[in-house]
């Protein structure tokens, strides 16, 4: 086992003392393209990424107990409360993903019962990665072992989702919780986000020499809460208003209408909504173009649409900031760059490129220096590995072996 799940097992001896039962783990998230298209219904491009969530576990002997017992590592903080009367938290804000995870459970009529746990996660928070929903997929993939519930994958991603929508109150998309359930070694997940079906595709970067990097740009994501909201109004506005004009197609989300179409109508929209639309319809054909060009190996294509991708969130969407458009662009002039482009809901957070794997020591001497010169802030690079998704590193099943 690796040594943060023996600091989470060591963690565990101290404050509860004995041994947890269960360890479960769950991946944050880059999104390769597809970006504000989830909600939607269009296509995402995402890799689980060696970044994750770790909980180790112990249910109570008593099942009348209702009282649950968290410790963060993170935070060096304990929590205690009662799993029947769940409420946020003023005091323990980050025990709310556990919270608003066992109150979806319980509303959608799934058994739990009380637990001791301890919490660490590494993936960097309010940085776009999706700490937040590794957490949630998490705590769902744990409870769902410890209660025998069965519940698949893909309903562990809707409730994580829902618990985010609901409990937590912002209003995501599915791509963040599908991925941490769903991610797939060495390979981007081809998400549609309608129908929920997937295929794995297999990223094959390393025989070519290519690596994912992720760079932070150490802007904490700003505003999304709000602005989120406001891009989900207007692509509403915008769909409502095109449905009326393409009676024949009667689309139901701009993942519906062909920018053909887009293109007939866009002057009968508000100016701020059409470059919103703009920007999904388009999106969305990258989505495709750039897993065909993946699927036969052309990463300078691939490269080309990370970059378009980028320019459309910067001037249609307005989801990016200073600091992502300096590092990309920055980073897309650096040779050996594919392609670079801000990855997440915008705002801050990090940027996403695909370089040759050579070319990684110069990118961090030249690029991230001329950064932090042009904006004052200090970058943080990691290469990443494609990982799975959410699993149980140990529970009472696992220790029995198969029957
Ligand atoms: C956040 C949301 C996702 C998605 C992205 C933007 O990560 O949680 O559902 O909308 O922003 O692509």
Same mark, same amino acid.
């Given at each position: 086992?690796?040594?943060?799940?023996?600091?989470?097992?060591?963690?565990?001896?101290?404050?509860?003392?004995?041994?947890?039962?269960?360890?479960?783990?769950?991946?944050?998230?880059? /999104?390769?393209?597809?970006?504000?298209?989830?909600?939607?219904?269009?296509?995402?491009?995402?890799?689980?990424?060696?970044?994750?969530?770790?909980?180790?576990?112990?249910?109570?002997?008593?099942?009348?107990?209702?009282?649950?017992?968290?410790?963060?590592?993170?935070?060096?903080?304990?929590?205690?409360?009662?799993?029947?009367?769940? !409420?946020?938290?003023?005091?323990?804000?980050?025990?709310?993903?556990?919270?608003?995870?066992?109150?979806?459970?319980? &509303?959608?009529?799934?058994?739990?019962?009380?637990?001791?746990?301890?919490?660490?996660? /590494?993936? +960097?928070?309010?940085?776009?990665?999706?700490?937040? $929903?590794?957490?949630?997929?998490?705590?769902?993939? =744990?409870?769902?072992?410890?209660?025998?519930?069965?519940? +698949?994958?893909?309903?562990?991603?809707?409730? $994580?989702?829902?618990? !985010?929508?609901?409990?937590?109150?912002?209003?995501?998309?599915?791509?963040?919780?599908?991925?941490?359930?769903?991610?797939?070694?060495?390979?981007?997940?081809?998400?549609?986000?309608?129908?929920? #079906?997937?295929?794995?595709?297999?990223?094959?970067?390393?025989?070519?020499?290519?690596?994912?990097? %992720?760079?932070?740009?150490?802007?904490?994501?700003?505003?999304?809460?709000?602005?989120?909201?406001?891009?989900?109004?207007?692509?509403?506005?915008?769909?409502?208003?095109? &449905?009326?004009? =393409?009676? #024949?197609?009667?689309?139901?989300?701009?993942?519906?209408?062909?920018?053909?179409?887009?293109?007939?109508?866009?002057?009968?929209?508000?100016?701020?909504? @059409?470059?919103?639309?703009?920007?999904? %319809?388009?999106? /969305?054909?990258?989505?495709?173009?750039?897993?065909? @060009?993946?699927?036969?190996?052309?990463?300078?294509?691939?490269?080309?649409?990370? /970059?378009?991708?980028?320019?459309?969130?910067?001037?249609?969407?307005?989801?990016?900031?200073?600091?992502?458009?300096?590092?990309?662009?920055?980073?897309?002039?650096? +040779?050996?760059?594919?392609?670079?482009?801000?990855?997440?809901?915008?705002?801050?957070?990090?940027?996403?490129?695909?370089?040759?794997?050579?070319?990684?020591?110069?990118? !961090? $001497?030249?690029? %991230?220096? &001329?950064? !932090?010169?042009?904006?004052?802030?200090?970058?943080?690079?990691?290469?990443?590995?494609?990982?799975?998704?959410?699993?149980?590193?140990?529970?009472?099943?696992?220790?029995?072996? +198969?029957?």
């Amino acid at each position: 086992m690796s040594d943060r799940v023996e600091a989470v097992k060591a963690a565990f001896r101290e404050k509860f003392g004995g041994e947890p039962d269960y360890i479960v783990r769950a991946p944050g998230r880059v /999104n390769l393209i597809g970006e504000h298209t989830d909600y939607n219904d269009g296509f995402v491009f995402p890799v689980a990424i060696d970044r994750e969530m770790i909980i180790a576990a112990r249910p109570k002997a008593d099942r009348k107990d209702f009282g649950m017992r968290l410790y963060s590592m993170d935070y060096d903080q304990l929590d205690e409360f009662a799993y029947n009367k769940l !409420e946020k938290s003023a005091e323990h804000p980050w025990s709310d993903y556990l919270r608003g995870m066992l109150s979806i459970w319980q &509303a959608c009529a799934f058994k739990v019962r009380a637990f001791e746990a301890v919490l660490s996660g /590494n993936v +960097p928070q309010g940085a776009g990665l999706s700490s937040s $929903a590794a957490y949630e997929v998490a705590v769902g993939k =744990l409870v769902d072992e410890m209660m025998a519930s069965g519940i +698949p994958p893909k309903q562990l991603a809707m409730l $994580a989702q829902k618990a !985010e929508n609901r409990f937590i109150g912002v209003q995501c998309g599915i791509m963040d919780q599908f991925i941490s359930a769903l991610g797939k070694a060495d390979s981007a997940l081809l998400l549609d986000c309608r129908s929920l #079906q997937f295929r794995a595709v297999p990223l094959r970067l390393a025989e070519q020499g290519a690596a994912i990097v %992720i760079t932070e740009t150490g802007v904490q994501r700003g505003l999304v809460d709000s602005e989120y909201n406001a891009r989900r109004a207007e692509c509403a506005e915008g769909v409502a208003l095109l &449905a009326k004009k =393409l009676k #024949q197609t009667s689309p139901k989300a701009l993942r519906d209408v062909t920018f053909a179409d887009f293109k007939k109508h866009e002057k009968a929209l508000p100016e701020v909504v @059409a470059k919103r639309c703009r920007h999904v %319809i388009t999106e /969305n054909n990258r989505v495709l173009d750039s897993v065909e @060009a993946l699927e036969k190996g052309k990463l300078e294509a691939f490269g080309k649409l990370m /970059n378009e991708s980028h320019a459309s969130l910067r001037d249609d969407y307005e989801v990016s900031c200073k600091e992502l458009d300096v590092l990309a662009d920055l980073t897309q002039k650096h +040779p050996g760059v594919f392609g670079a482009r801000m990855t997440g809901a915008g705002f801050g957070g990090c940027t996403v490129a695909i370089m040759k794997t050579d070319a990684v020591a110069s990118y !961090e $001497a030249k690029v %991230i220096p &001329a950064y !932090e010169q042009a904006t004052g802030r200090k970058a943080r690079v990691f290469v990443c590995k494609a990982v799975g998704g959410a699993s149980m590193l140990a529970s009472p099943m696992m220790a029995a072996g +198969p029957s």
